[in-house]
């Protein structure tokens, strides 16, 4: 699955520890949900896309 | 060190039982050792003796997976697998063993091995997962 992660923590000028805090996830977390190496629960998406205000197919978008 | 910042909930370390329960096993696995090798004991306190390594062993266990279940789900994810990789491992080895020892092809040996390539089969594994995930 293919996000707007970075690009959306880079606008709000966090850091991926940062980040990673504020959703109570490790920065491992956060490099691999950027990278698409690893796709997050259904709750942790949905509470990515409540922090930036999106809505959570604003940051996840499927593979074609 | 190679976490990297995680697990969410900073990491600590193991937990305080997990080490009690270590430093328990190794002092009562001695002392169980020790008795059953110098001490004339009843079959039945034999029984009693050997086992009492396992408590500490269980609590051990159970600070593992407390440790384990308040971590982040990528983290969690990566242990899942690694411990599955350590099963089958263990499970291949041990049936194989199995089959050559019963019919005389190797010598038989002690069963504890199997704990111990299963921890050291965990630990590989959650390495190379956790890189795999970076």
């Given amino acids: ?64 | 060190m190679a976490w990297d910042g995680y697990p969410a909930r900073k990491w600590a370390g193991y937990p305080a039982e997990f080490w009690i329960g270590m430093g328990a096993y190794v002092v009562t696995a001695l002392l169980a050792g020790r008795a059953l090798t110098t001490m004339e004991l009843e079959p039945h306190s034999r029984l009693v003796i050997g086992l009492l390594p396992l408590i500490p062993l269980l609590v051990m266990g159970r600070g593992l997976v407390r440790m384990i279940r308040h971590q982040d789900e990528l983290y969690k994810r990566i242990q899942f697998e690694a411990v599955a990789y350590a099963a089958v491992i263990v499970i291949v080895v041990s049936l194989t063993l199995g089959v050559l020892e019963e019919f005389d092809v190797v010598p038989h040996v002690n069963s504890m091995w199997a704990g111990q390539v299963l921890v050291f089969a965990w630990g590989i594994a959650a390495g190379i997962l956790t890189r795999r995930y970076r």
């Fill in chain 1, 1 to 64: 699955m293919n996000n707007k992660l970075r690009d959306l923590r880079e606008a709000k000028g966090w850091s991926q520890q940062e980040l990673g805090d504020r959703l109570k996830v490790s920065r491992q977390t956060i490099i691999a949900i950027e990278k698409g190496k690893y796709d997050p629960s259904l709750p942790l998406a949905f509470s990515i896309a409540r922090l930036f205000s999106r809505r959570i197919e604003d940051v996840f978008l499927p593979e074609r």
